[in-house]
């Protein structure tokens, strides 16, 4: 059995908001000027960030399925001249590199998920068994146009992160990762994302062998 | 229960974890004929136009035997990777105890590029990252115990050590770490807008020319890591992993090369009594190949550098476990492969541009680095 202490919970459900409300509604957690490139996930990820302030001794899991949906949309779209800038920021990690380059805050660890049924557990187990004192677990997704019509892409936007430490002092909520027998178990991202955002508590068999149990103070 | 404070970061690993069993496909083959033909410094990089059917440029990738570079339905690399899933150790993978770790930058993302260039919808099986494992999944008979990771060209690193953490922490009783990456025109046309992937073949390390270049390769592989049972030495052992990014730039490093040397700082007092050589990123391009050459002389002067991506082209995410599993079959064969590819005058002595022997160690450092300044290594210790 894993237990760790959840701190600084932050959740942004924007529904439906364009890019450009998203940039000028998260401006000020960003350094002047470093917005303008920026996709709507890595401006939602520096949002829900922008108090927990990243050490280069934190660990960071991120956690996403469809993770840079339109800059994979636009890049795909720019062939047969394709954009170096959109490819670049295609990439599954790029939202954090984003947030973090415009901080220029480097970090040890950086463990960027992906997958659909398990992924929170496979996030939250690398959280868990990081070697740092602190984790920063962190994820989301951006809503797609072309590729959501294909289900190929998340129907909405919504980002998380909190962290995660052995200290119980000004914790808001507890996690356990228990072994089990059970050869099945599942939990998909906006569930989580749910659970987070409502304060509500969770205990479920999550992936083969691993139940979660997330409690709240 | 785990409720005490973690271990320092980085640490060397408390035990060590054998490397059980390891094999790769590239555009030679499995390990053993990937071994052979870079020792006797062959290419597989070969021109193609960067588009594929599309036209383009003509850029070096070197493409595994049956893969069509535009791709079908299902993908044509589907068939050689079930060739190297079929040589994976019979252990019930997918299940509570035999986790799968599975790694890629690129997944199946050439299908949603061939979704885009041709309305066909049967493409959209292996667009998605989750799509795509789970093809992979039920093709090979694992269970649901698969993680997924992609972390750009540090992908297979990042495996590696999460199933070094899940052995150490007891929640295992073997782990696969599984990896791999086709060339499509998404991810050439990329590089090639990048203007790293041109008309040059990559020349790792090499000081000659006045223009970087890149090739890159089809590349997948698997480790199967276990721990050391019964205080036994297994033959092959991961001693230490290490990880540092430094959120610098995107396609940039720090100009003083500080990024490779904090990635190596917690593993330099391990391999300071070590005999090492080392297996280097050395993708062909010229300011990270000059920084990275430069700092692992200044760290570690007596250690012999190769890099072999001059050959197999770049292989993306999964270069890391790629790169392993010949390091396996030189370690095995008793021969290391020069840097093929690549000529004087280096960015460094150390530079090792023809094949020696690996009887003179007893270890090889395993570095790959990536977009954001990601930066990996893990240490291979053999008696």
Redesign the interface.
């Known amino acids: 059995?894993?237990?760790r202490h959840l701190h600084a919970v932050r959740t942004d459900a924007p529904a439906d908001e364009s890019i450009a409300a998203t940039r000028e509604r998260l401006a000020g957690a960003f350094p002047r000027g470093s917005t303008r490139r920026m996709t709507q996930l890595g401006l939602l990820l520096g949002g829900v960030l922008s108090d927990l302030a990243t050490g280069e001794?934190d660990?960071i899991v991120y956690a996403s399925?469809?993770a840079e949906t339109r800059a994979?949309e636009d890049?795909?779209?720019s062939?047969?001249?394709?954009?170096?800038t959109l490819?670049?920021?295609?990439?599954?990690?790029s939202a954090i590199?984003q947030v973090?380059?415009a901080?220029?805050?480097?970090?040890?660890?950086?463990?960027?998920?992906?997958?659909?049924?398990?992924?929170v557990a496979?996030a939250l187990?690398?959280a868990?068994?990081?070697?740092?004192?602190r984790v920063i677990v962190c994820g989301g997704e951006e809503h797609g146009t072309w590729?959501a019509e294909?289900?190929?892409a998340s129907p909405h936007a919504f980002a998380f992160a909190f962290a995660l430490s052995?200290d119980p002092a000004g914790a808001v909520g507890h996690l356990r990762l228990e072994?089990?027998?059970?050869?099945?178990g599942?939990l998909a991202l906006p569930e989580f994302f749910n659970a987070l955002h409502q304060r509500s508590p969770l205990s479920r068999d999550v992936?083969?062998?691993?139940r979660l149990t997330l409690t709240w103070r | 229960?785990?409720?005490?404070?973690?271990?320092?970061?980085?640490?060397p690993l408390p035990s060590s974890i054998s490397l059980a069993a390891t094999d790769c496909l590239t555009a030679f083959g499995d390990a053993r004929q990937t071994h052979r033909a870079l020792l006797e410094s062959r290419r597989a990089l070969a021109f193609h136009p960067v588009?594929g059917g599309?036209g383009?440029d003509p850029v070096p990738l070197a493409l595994a035997a049956g893969h069509a570079y535009d791709e079908t339905v299902p993908p044509s690399w589907l068939e050689p990777l079930a060739g190297l899933a079929a040589r994976l150790p019979d252990d019930p993978w997918?299940?509570?105890?035999f986790p799968v770790f599975v790694t890629s930058?690129n997944f199946g993302v050439g299908s949603?590029?061939a979704?885009?260039?041709t309305g066909d919808?049967r493409h959209?099986r292996y667009?998605?990252?989750?799509?795509t494992?789970e093809v992979l999944r039920e093709r090979f008979g694992w269970?649901?115990?698969?993680?997924?990771?992609?972390?750009?060209c540090v992908s297979a690193h990042?495996g590696l050590l999460?199933a070094t953490?899940?052995l150490e922490?007891g929640?295992a009783t073997r782990a696969l770490v599984f990896s791999f990456d086709f060339v499509s025109?998404?991810v050439a046309?990329?590089?090639?807008?990048?203007?790293i992937l041109n008309a040059g073949l990559p020349a790792p390390y090499s000081a000659a020319g006045t223009t970087g270049s890149i090739g890159l390769g089809d590349g997948a592989a698997f480790a199967v890591l276990a721990p050391a049972a019964g205080g036994a030495r297994p033959a092959l052992r991961l001693t230490a992993q290490t990880?540092?990014?430094?959120?610098?730039?995107?396609?940039a490093n720090r100009s003083d090369g500080a990024?490779f040397a904090?990635c190596l700082a917690p593993v330099q007092t391990t391999l300071a009594r070590r005999r090492f050589w080392i297996k280097g990123h050395g993708t062909g391009t010229l300011e990270a190949g000059r920084l990275e050459a430069a700092t692992l002389a200044r760290l570690f002067p007596s250690a012999p550098l190769v890099a072999w991506k001059g050959s197999l082209g770049h292989t993306l995410g999964s270069c890391g476990l790629v790169e392993l599993a010949i390091v396996g079959e030189a370690l095995r064969a008793g021969m290391v492969p020069g840097t093929v590819g690549t000529e004087p005058p280096f960015f460094s002595d150390a530079v090792a541009a023809e094949p020696f022997p690996s009887r003179d160690y007893d270890g090889v450092l395993l570095t790959s680095n990536a977009?954001?300044?990601?930066h990996a290594a893990c240490f291979l210790s053999h008696d």
């Open positions: 059995m894993i237990e001794e660990a399925t469809y994979l890049y795909l779209a062939f047969p001249t394709p954009s170096p490819f670049q920021t295609s990439i599954h990690p590199q973090l380059i901080r220029q805050q480097p970090v040890r660890e950086f463990f960027p998920h992906t997958g659909r049924d398990q992924l496979h187990q690398s868990a068994l990081a070697a740092a004192p590729l294909q289900n190929a052995v072994s089990t027998d059970s050869p099945t599942e992936a083969p062998g691993l | 229960m785990i409720r005490g404070a973690p271990a320092a970061v980085n640490a588009l599309d383009g997918g299940t509570a105890r930058s949603l590029h979704f885009r260039r919808a959209l667009g998605t990252p989750f799509a494992v269970g649901p115990n698969v993680a997924v990771v992609s972390h750009a990042l999460l953490r899940s922490r929640l025109p998404f046309g990329g590089f090639h807008a990048l203007k990880l540092h990014n430094e959120m610098h730039h995107f396609t990024g904090a977009f954001g300044g990601a």
